[in-house]
């Protein structure tokens, strides 16, 4: 469900209070014209009674303001206190859906596999994500699985004699093995819940085979909930359903010899999220706020959106110190950086803006969480916050965007 604060209500408007200078000219005239009435109206003998005269040029009519300013008090009494009402409730409202809108994920595992990750250097994280970082791209014309022999697009490094299905089962097998090692602190009970992300031509016994080989071989003994939804969307349904409990969740997210492969890449992507803090993981404590989805496929939209995961993170344009942008069509390229111009966020194209499609290729369904893969890996070795710019690969015109940031640092303003 998406927390929007723009449809609570408006403030009821308050009761304008009675006004004195109103009421001393009411009580002027009430005076006037009692004196008057009575002088006109009267007997002539009722001037020669003072306490009758006073009483009927003065006293009635100061007994008849006194009621209506009485009446005037008590319509503005009722008024004020309906309009209060109205705004504690909206008040209680608002604070219930910007906590709402707060929750956020810990990032206890990322376990990223692009064409650009080179397994013979001594630290292949931060050799990933510096070329991840640079403005190298990864594609080139080679010979696809689908046996075509030139055509654009990025690939896995593969082994020898290696087969798309091999390369699946020896990846998969990485990521389950760094899952793993996080899972064993947590208690077998514990709540396991997956969501799997797939672009591929491989076919679903395929698949299915290589994941069982993969799992078996790391040696976990968990079974597993399927949840529902796509892309981002399944974040967005965890964070308003299940975010104050204690299960775990595992995103699964890979483009493996996919079907169209023209400026494509191949990656593999495996996560795993926490609902409360965690002392396993040996880096900065990253979360993952919640995303937001454009409304509307335009510039406007996309500078509210990004103004509202910036909100839900609880930290500023300025503060930002990477943007990752995946599964953005050209069409929204102008779009994006006029909203990140207009929002004051340092990032450009030259310096903290990192396109994903144009350093890998186009990823499918994974793009959204190559992205944050990547995100939360500069987090954890730079210790700055970051911003995800996603489409979800299935075609919807709506960019998701997504803070994620160090919990340790304040980053207020």
């Not at 942008?325 to 929204?332: A, C, E, K, V």
């Not at 803070?403 to 207020?412: E, G, M, S, W, Y």
């Amino acid at each position: 469900m998406v927390v929007r604060l723009d449809e609570i209500p408006a403030p009821a408007p308050q009761p304008a209070p009675p006004r004195l200078w109103v009421w001393l000219g009411l009580l002027l005239i009430c005076v006037v014209l009692g004196v008057c009435l009575v002088l006109w109206l009267a007997e002539s003998s009722m001037t020669e009674e003072p306490g009758y005269f006073w009483w009927h040029s003065l006293g009635l009519p100061l007994l008849a303001w006194c009621g209506l300013g009485a009446l005037r008090a008590l319509v503005f009494t009722l008024q004020k206190g309906a309009a209060d009402g109205w705004d504690a409730a909206r008040e209680e409202d608002r604070l219930s859906k910007v906590n709402q809108g707060r929750r956020s994920q810990q990032v206890l595992v990322v376990s990223l596999h692009t064409a650009l990750r080179d397994e013979q250097v001594e630290d292949i994280r931060a050799q990933q994500l510096k070329a991840l970082q640079g403005k190298v791209s990864a594609l080139r014309a080679q010979a696809s699985w689908q046996g075509e022999s030139a055509v654009r697009h990025s690939r896995l490094p593969i082994g020898e004699m290696e087969r798309s299905v091999d390369v699946l089962q020896r990846l998969l097998s990485q990521v389950f093995a760094d899952m793993s090692q996080v899972l064993a602190s947590f208690p077998p009970d514990l709540p396991l819940a997956l969501h799997l992300d797939v672009n591929t031509s491989l076919s679903d016994k395929v698949i299915v085979e290589a994941w069982k080989q993969a799992w078996a071989g790391a040696g976990i003994r968990r079974a597993l909930q399927a949840t529902e939804g796509n892309g981002l969307a399944v974040i967005d349904q965890w964070l308003d359903h299940r975010a104050n409990d204690q299960a775990l969740l595992m995103i699964i997210a890979f483009q493996v010899a996919p079907g169209v492969v023209e400026e494509s890449t191949e990656a593999v992507v495996g996560m795993l999220f926490g609902s409360g803090p965690s002392r396993v993981s040996p880096h900065p404590h990253v979360y993952l706020h919640r995303p937001e989805q454009e409304r509307e496929p335009s510039t406007d939209g996309l500078v509210s959106s990004i103004h509202q995961a910036l909100n839900w993170a609880q930290i500023g344009p300025g503060s930002l110190d990477g943007v990752w942008l995946s599964g953005i069509d050209h069409q929204r390229q102008a779009d994006v950086g006029t909203a990140l111009e207009r929002l004051g966020v340092p990032a450009t194209p030259q310096k903290g803006q990192h396109n994903l499609d144009t350093i890998l290729g186009r990823s499918g369904k994974a793009a959204p969480w190559l992205a944050i893969a990547a995100a939360a890996q500069a987090i954890q070795l730079e210790g700055r916050p970051q911003l995800t710019l996603c489409g979800d690969g299935t075609g919807s015109p709506g960019l998701w965007c997504t803070a994620i940031r160090p919990i340790a640092v304040d980053l207020q303003g």
